[in-house]
């Protein structure tokens, strides 16, 4: 695997179920970042990671929990969404925070029904 | 005045011609800009970085940075169907991460 992989791609969820994104990369980074895409909207970010760390959390609610256990891997547990939580989720890496260049895995499109 | 503009089109432009993207910042302390490119339904994939004053060329992508004006422009020559896509303009400046606007639709005409 290179870059940066996201599982699921697509993930179709009930309001009271709990599921988890996951996001891993591979390329010897030390900063993750989750963030928001809803259509026709800008990137919103979510959450951000330096060495395992969370330096960032941009209001979000308490249904998005982010997990990162290690610099390659980042998690987001997802509990009683809203449908207006249905949105494309990216996760990206990059060396450092701030001026380096972001790196995204492909995203999971979450339909919450 | 949001910290990134960009229009957000759609542009359109015939194919082989120069498409020329532009954004515009509001923090004077913006250091690091980003291009990245974002194909519907797809991730944003980065095409260009500029840090200096100037011009940097990449192939048929040009990236024009004036920081005394604070606008940073793509230009994309011989422009092809496959170049549309959205554009989103990044920078790195007073705030700890990467500042996106909100892209720019362009649409390549065969």
């Known amino acids: 695997e290179t870059g940066v992989t996201q599982t699921p791609r697509h993930l179709v969820m009930g309001m009271t179920n709990k599921k988890s994104l996951k996001c891993e990369q591979h390329l010897g980074h030390n900063a993750m970042y989750w963030y928001k895409q809803s259509a026709k909207k800008p990137l919103e970010l979510m959450f951000v990671y330096n060495f395992k760390e969370q330096t960032e959390n941009n209001s979000v609610p308490s249904r998005f929990s982010p997990e990162c256990p290690n610099s390659s891997h980042l998690f987001l547990h997802l509990h009683t969404l809203q449908p207006e939580d249905s949105a494309l989720y990216l996760c990206?890496?990059?060396?450092?925070?701030?001026?380096?260049?972001?790196?995204f895995g492909p995203g999971t499109r979450l339909t919450v029904t | 005045q949001k910290e990134v503009e960009q229009n957000s089109g759609p542009l359109s432009v015939p194919e082989g011609a120069i498409a020329s993207l532009n954004c515009t910042y509001s923090d004077r302390g913006s250091q690091s800009f980003f291009w990245y490119r974002q194909y519907s339904g797809k991730s944003p994939e980065l095409i260009m970085f500029i840090y200096s004053n100037g011009d940097k060329e990449d192939g048929r992508f040009t990236a024009q940075l004036n920081k005394a004006s604070q606008y940073v422009s793509l230009l994309i020559r011989d422009s092809q169907p496959s170049d549309s896509a959205t554009y989103l303009c990044a920078l790195s400046g007073s705030a700890r991460q990467l500042t996106f606007g909100s892209g720019t639709q362009l649409t390549v005409l065969p």
């Open positions: 990206a890496s990059s060396q450092g925070t701030g001026k380096d260049e972001q790196y």
